[in-house]
């Protein structure tokens, strides 16, 4: 069996073969650092955790993911707060990996950040202008598309729909319109660095270029991120790439995950329907989250309602209700392995749909099951496999106490309030909202007094 990969450059399902036999390089477009994530971020994040949690089973991964700490958007949030770009930066970096760590999503091998890469990308703008792709320009260095005959490979566009992709008002500086930005100007309040170019800041596209060369070598095995990227950030980070290394192949393969709407329209902050992670982990547990969405095929849409977690955590309860009550030693643990089928769905282009039906399949056995040996047996697949899809990770009686059967727990209620008072010293009203509802919801009232809240079953 082989590892098949819709590669979006060869607009096709392909056999996946790494450069190096038995060595698999990896790199992901991570955030860039100035928000917290929204469930679509989270998107990518879980997908290619999946992916890289099925390729250490075969090969010896290393996968970068990098974080975008300097960029436009994060000087803006900065002039808008008030607050110290580092400030900024350093807070969303770490919220960002507890938010994705909530998800189930492990640490990738390597996390770069751009401000810490910034003479490899002024190497690398070096050799683009001394080989003849790049041009400097009032100050600016530029990328000359016209001296790569490729460009437009990956994203299939022709010259006229990559002016508009290109989204720029044209400056008078460039050649042509399309040509993208290496380097810029920074003025004295923004952040900057020396250059031979004078003292200014690099364009996101080389900071990719320069962590993937720096961490993972000219070529890489696989390229993710969301489609929204393929034009321009991974067109642009892929032509400056070859035309650094002499032509050498970028990326072996290149994947793109679907976009998640909320009923059916785009997340945007302009809309108000941004759902953050930050937010929802704190009355929806991890892996429910996690599940929804694995539930779709990475590569199609996925339409995020109520509706999308209410099943997640009903499938999760169904899970976690296999499980319970059997005891698994550890060597059966140790032991176990998910079942062939569901490997092989993953395997087949991160088949999660697929997959997660087999994982039911041995639910349903066991249940069926009557034998002591065979139960133990087969729950012992089932967290093998949840160990592999990053689920089942709780022990079943700690997830019943927690999110089903309506009724909570004393414990759980008293967790619950002192998150929400935590909220409320935060000023954060919403989510203290949310809290009181969900309190509401499971039969529980509220009293505010002043020395505190108290609570009643109603
Ligand atoms: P950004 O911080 O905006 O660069 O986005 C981080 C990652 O999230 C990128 O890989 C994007 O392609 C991806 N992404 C952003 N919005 C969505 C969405 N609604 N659905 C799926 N992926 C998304
Ligand atoms: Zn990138």
Not at 91 to 118: F, Q, S, W
Not at 184 to 194: A, H, I, N
């Amino acid at each position: 069996m082989t590892i098949k990969l819709h590669d979006t450059k060869q607009g096709t399902k392909v056999t996946f073969k790494p450069l190096t036999e038995g060595k698999v390089t990896m790199y992901l477009c991570g955030p860039t650092v100035y928000n917290y994530a929204h469930i679509g971020n989270a998107r990518p994040a879980v997908v290619f955790d999946l992916l890289a949690r099925l390729l250490r089973r075969r090969y010896t991964l290393t996968f970068a993911r990098n974080f975008t700490d300097v960029d436009d958007k994060i000087n803006a949030a900065s002039a808008e707060t008030g607050k110290p770009i580092n400030e900024i930066t350093e807070k969303y970096k770490r919220a960002y990996n507890a938010d994705m760590g909530a998800l189930g999503v492990l640490a990738p091998d390597i996390e770069p950040c751009a401000t810490d890469h910034i003479s490899e990308m002024i190497d690398m703008i070096k050799t683009l202008i001394d080989k003849g792709h790049a041009y400097e320009a009032d100050g600016h260095v530029l990328f000359d598309v016209a001296s790569d005959p490729e460009y437009g490979s990956l994203s299939k566009r022709n010259l006229r729909e990559m002016i508009a992709g290109a989204r720029v008002e044209v400056a008078p500086y460039k050649k042509a319109p399309h040509d993208f930005v290496l380097w810029k100007p920074s003025t004295p309040e923004l952040p900057g660095w020396d250059s031979p170019w004078g003292r200014g800041r690099p364009g996101w596209h080389i900071e990719c270029s320069a962590m993937a060369a720096k961490h993972l070598g000219a070529t890489i095995d696989i390229h993710a991120g969301g489609t929204d990227l393929i034009f321009p950030h991974h067109e642009n980070e892929m032509s400056q790439s070859t035309c650094v290394h002499d032509g050498q192949v970028f990326a072996r393969h290149w994947l793109h995950n679907g976009f998640l709407s909320f009923h059916h329209e785009k997340m945007s902050k302009s809309l108000g329907n941004v759902l953050l992670v930050h937010d929802l982990i704190k009355t929806i547990p991890g892996e429910v989250l996690r599940l929804a969405l694995l539930s779709a095929h990475y590569r199609q849409p996925l339409d995020w309602s109520d509706e999308t977690i209410d099943q997640a955590a009903k499938m999760l309860d169904r899970l976690y209700g296999a499980v319970r009550g059997i005891e698994v030693s550890d060597a059966a643990r140790r032991n176990a392995e998910p079942p062939k089928a569901l490997i092989a769905a993953l395997e087949n282009d991160l088949n999660t749909p697929k997959a997660l039906a087999e994982f039911f399949a041995i639910a349903r056995a066991l249940n069926k099951a009557t034998d002591d040996d065979e139960r133990e047996g087969i729950a012992a697949t089932m967290y093998a496999t949840g160990d592999l899809l990053g689920l089942l990770q709780d022990d079943p009686e700690t997830w019943f106490a927690g999110h089903v059967e309506g009724e909570l727990s004393s414990d759980e209620i008293e967790k619950i309030l002192e998150k929400r008072h935590a909220a409320k010293l935060e000023k954060d009203y919403a989510a203290a909202d949310t809290f009181r509802d969900q309190l509401a919801e499971a039969g529980v009232q509220i009293e505010d007094g002043p020395d505190g809240s108290t609570w009643r079953r109603t």
